[in-house]
């Protein structure tokens, strides 16, 4: 048995990652109001869309990898010598990419294809890479480690604070928002995921306070798990998402704590100012790389 692990570009794992383990990323891609369109991490990457974005008039639309892209992939395995590949994709309620990558498993002979709908995204999506990755160094049978996943993916979480729903009401990847939208003056909304849905959490009245405010949320969820790893997710203000980070680092050293930041895919429904915390009931480091 011979086992890869495959992902798609929203799970945001650095390349140099991607690149000494195998992992095959299928890229969404971003469309522009003047048609220009973008593969995520591929043909643009968040600090040149951040630009795009301050300067645009309306909100960029997005599509999931195109399902030839998935079939190469699987059988770029399959040639390997690969017998099996877990693939691991962003949430199912946001994206149609689960969805595809199952149409792309059917498509392909010669190889056990297993897509896992994270119902996350981001670095939180990509902890379910780098678990899968140590359980396959770890000589764990198929069963076992998509078992562990199913597990994990029961005891994860995450809050956002966006500075408006503009985007995400537009786009449609928010549920049961109506009653906040075009009434959040000098408000800032919290959200949080439920069953792979983002859903309005509560309001509060300044930034500084909704960071405070999903920081606690995220402590809460820590003090209930065995193993949790908290994951720090930045969007266009690098300093504040940094200071976030640095903060939690010196006021909490017992926990595992990782940074990462949002990238185009995202951004574009979160729109600029952007800020989430995430956390898993599993320690998860960032696999090493040669430098």
Request: negative net charge; contains cysteine; glycine residues 8%.
């Given at each position: 048995m011979k086992i890869a692990v495959m992902t798609d570009s929203t799970s945001y794992i650095p390349r140099p990652i991607l690149e000494k383990y195998n992992i095959r990323t299928v890229?969404?891609?971003?469309?522009?109001?003047n048609g220009e369109n973008y593969k995520e991490n591929e043909t643009i990457t968040a600090d040149e869309f951040?630009?795009?974005?301050r300067g645009a008039s309306s909100i960029p639309t997005t599509s999931q990898p195109a399902i030839g892209e998935?079939?190469?992939?699987?059988?770029?395995y399959r040639?390997?010598?690969?017998?099996?590949?877990?693939?691991?994709?962003l949430s199912a309620g946001i994206s149609g990419t689960y969805q595809t990558a199952l149409q792309a498993a059917q498509m392909v002979e010669g190889i056990n294809i297993h897509p896992i709908d994270s119902k996350i995204a981001c670095l939180v999506e990509g902890a379910f890479v780098f678990r899968a990755l140590d359980m396959i160094e770890e000589g764990k049978h198929i069963d076992e480690i998509l078992d562990d996943l199913e597990d994990m993916r029961q005891n994860n979480s995450a809050y956002l604070v966006v500075d408006d729903l503009k985007n995400l009401h537009k786009s449609g990847r928010i549920t049961g928002a109506q009653a906040w939208v075009g009434n959040l003056l000098r408000m800032k909304p919290v959200l949080t995921?439920?069953?792979g849905l983002i859903v309005p959490y509560e309001k509060v009245r300044t930034k500084k306070r909704a960071l405070k405010l999903i920081e606690d949320k995220i402590l809460e969820v820590a003090e209930q798990y065995t193993?949790?790893?908290?994951?720090?997710?930045?969007?266009?203000?690098?300093?504040e998402s940094r200071n976030v980070y640095k903060e939690m680092i010196e006021q909490y050293p017992d926990y595992n704590i990782l940074f990462s930041e949002f990238g185009p895919v995202i951004s574009s429904h979160l729109g600029l100012g952007g800020f989430g915390i995430g956390i898993v009931d599993r320690h998860i480091e960032m696999p090493k790389v040669d430098e």
């Amino acid at each position: 048995m011979k086992i890869a692990v495959m992902t798609d570009s929203t799970s945001y794992i650095p390349r140099p990652i991607l690149e000494k383990y195998n992992i095959r990323t299928v890229p969404l891609s971003i469309t522009l109001e003047n048609g220009e369109n973008y593969k995520e991490n591929e043909t643009i990457t968040a600090d040149e869309f951040y630009e795009i974005l301050r300067g645009a008039s309306s909100i960029p639309t997005t599509s999931q990898p195109a399902i030839g892209e998935m079939i190469r992939a699987y059988e770029a395995y399959r040639d390997e010598g690969y017998t099996d590949v877990i693939v691991v994709h962003l949430s199912a309620g946001i994206s149609g990419t689960y969805q595809t990558a199952l149409q792309a498993a059917q498509m392909v002979e010669g190889i056990n294809i297993h897509p896992i709908d994270s119902k996350i995204a981001c670095l939180v999506e990509g902890a379910f890479v780098f678990r899968a990755l140590d359980m396959i160094e770890e000589g764990k049978h198929i069963d076992e480690i998509l078992d562990d996943l199913e597990d994990m993916r029961q005891n994860n979480s995450a809050y956002l604070v966006v500075d408006d729903l503009k985007n995400l009401h537009k786009s449609g990847r928010i549920t049961g928002a109506q009653a906040w939208v075009g009434n959040l003056l000098r408000m800032k909304p919290v959200l949080t995921f439920e069953e792979g849905l983002i859903v309005p959490y509560e309001k509060v009245r300044t930034k500084k306070r909704a960071l405070k405010l999903i920081e606690d949320k995220i402590l809460e969820v820590a003090e209930q798990y065995t193993t949790p790893t908290i994951i720090i997710i930045g969007g266009d203000n690098k300093e504040e998402s940094r200071n976030v980070y640095k903060e939690m680092i010196e006021q909490y050293p017992d926990y595992n704590i990782l940074f990462s930041e949002f990238g185009p895919v995202i951004s574009s429904h979160l729109g600029l100012g952007g800020f989430g915390i995430g956390i898993v009931d599993r320690h998860i480091e960032m696999p090493k790389v040669d430098e």
